[in-house]
């Protein structure tokens, strides 16, 4: 007997505006029900309480894709997406499921997490999203460079190295979200200066509490407002050694 996610369609409402159709309610849970069976295999997550699942996995992936009250607006027309450092699927996976019209990119370096997440987009039918095998730091040198509208990167690194990943990626006038749990004005700082080498602004911090353990969350929206000079990302491993 497996668990079930909670149903809480007035959370969603009044937390994100939205909530799933019956299709989409279906994804999650199956979703769900497959993390916990590649759990067994593979070290994915230690998060299987199904209400701590749909927190931490499911709404918090959604919460960072909401800017100002709404959805990115772009996400409704048909945007082009990165998951920078997956994992599980997170927050890739979810965007994937309410997000029909984009193409999500779901990138991580470990094969054995894509190979599981290849069998999740299967089983769950999810053609509108693809996984790729490598380094942020590498495919941003390469033909991945400055081609996404969104770039999403959770539980990655430092706020700065998941800037240097992601900035890169993003085409002149997208966006960069980086999910952090606490955040610091001292930080905003810090951070302001890697953005600035990086070709981006910081447009928004959002502060907000998880809706069942209150838990504080943040998420960084950095706009590329310039084209990233080529010596960024630096090689494999710099971003992390030597940050901006
Ligand atoms: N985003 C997921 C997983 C976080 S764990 C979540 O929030 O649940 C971090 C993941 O990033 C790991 O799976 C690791 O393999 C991947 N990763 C770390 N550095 C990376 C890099 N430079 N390029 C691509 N993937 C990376």
């Given at each position: 007997?497996?668990?079930?996610?909670?149903?809480?369609?007035?959370?969603?409402?009044?937390?994100?505006?939205?909530?799933?159709?019956?299709?989409?309610?279906?994804?999650?849970?199956?979703?769900?029900?497959?993390?916990?069976?590649?759990?067994?295999?593979?070290?994915?997550?230690?998060?299987?309480?199904?209400?701590?699942?749909?927190?931490?996995?499911?709404?918090?992936?959604?919460?960072?894709?909401?800017?100002?009250?709404?959805?990115?607006?772009?996400?409704?027309?048909?945007?082009?997406?990165?998951?920078?450092?997956?994992?599980?699927?997170?927050?890739?996976?979810?965007?994937?499921?309410?997000?029909?019209?984009?193409?999500?990119?779901?990138?991580?370096?470990?094969?054995?997490?894509?190979?599981?997440?290849?069998?999740?987009?299967?089983?769950?039918?999810?053609?509108?999203?693809?996984?790729?095998?490598?380094?942020?730091?590498?495919?941003?040198?390469?033909?991945?460079?400055?081609?996404y509208d969104i770039?999403?990167?959770?539980?990655?690194?430092?706020?700065?190295?998941?800037?240097?990943?992601?900035?890169?990626?993003v085409k002149?006038g997208g966006l960069?979200?980086?999910?952090?749990?606490?955040?610091?004005?001292?930080?905003?700082?810090?951070?302001?200066?890697?953005?600035?080498?990086?070709?981006?602004?910081?447009?928004?911090?959002?502060?907000?509490?998880?809706?069942?353990?209150?838990?504080?969350?943040?998420?960084?929206?950095?706009?590329k407002?310039?084209?990233?000079?080529?010596?960024?990302?630096?090689?494999?491993?710099?971003?992390?050694?030597?940050?901006?």
């Open positions: 007997m497996t668990n079930s996610l909670p149903i809480v369609a007035e959370t969603w409402q009044q937390t994100l505006n939205w909530q799933p159709n019956p299709q989409q309610q279906l994804k999650f849970q199956q979703l769900y029900e497959l993390i916990l069976e590649g759990n067994r295999q593979l070290n994915l997550t230690r998060i299987t309480d199904p209400q701590e699942f749909w927190e931490k996995h499911l709404w918090d992936s959604l919460r960072g894709i909401v800017l100002q009250g709404k959805f990115i607006p772009s996400l409704e027309t048909g945007a082009s997406v990165i998951d920078i450092g997956t994992g599980a699927g997170f927050p890739g996976i979810p965007v994937a499921i309410v997000a029909p019209n984009c193409t999500i990119t779901l990138l991580d370096s470990t094969r054995k997490k894509i190979t599981f997440i290849d069998t999740i987009l299967t089983r769950l039918a999810l053609g509108n999203a693809k996984t790729l095998l490598g380094r942020a730091e590498e495919i941003g040198q390469q033909q991945h460079r400055q081609i770039a999403l990167i959770r539980a990655v690194g430092t706020a700065s190295a998941c800037a240097e990943y992601a900035l890169p990626l002149q960069a979200v980086i999910y952090r749990g606490t955040w610091t004005k001292e930080e905003t700082k810090s951070l302001q200066n890697a953005v600035n080498q990086l070709g981006g602004v910081i447009e928004c911090i959002e502060q907000f509490t998880t809706p069942l353990s209150n838990s504080i969350r943040h998420c960084l929206y950095l706009r407002v310039a084209t990233t000079p080529t010596n960024f990302p630096r090689a494999v491993g710099v971003p992390t050694q030597k940050p901006l």
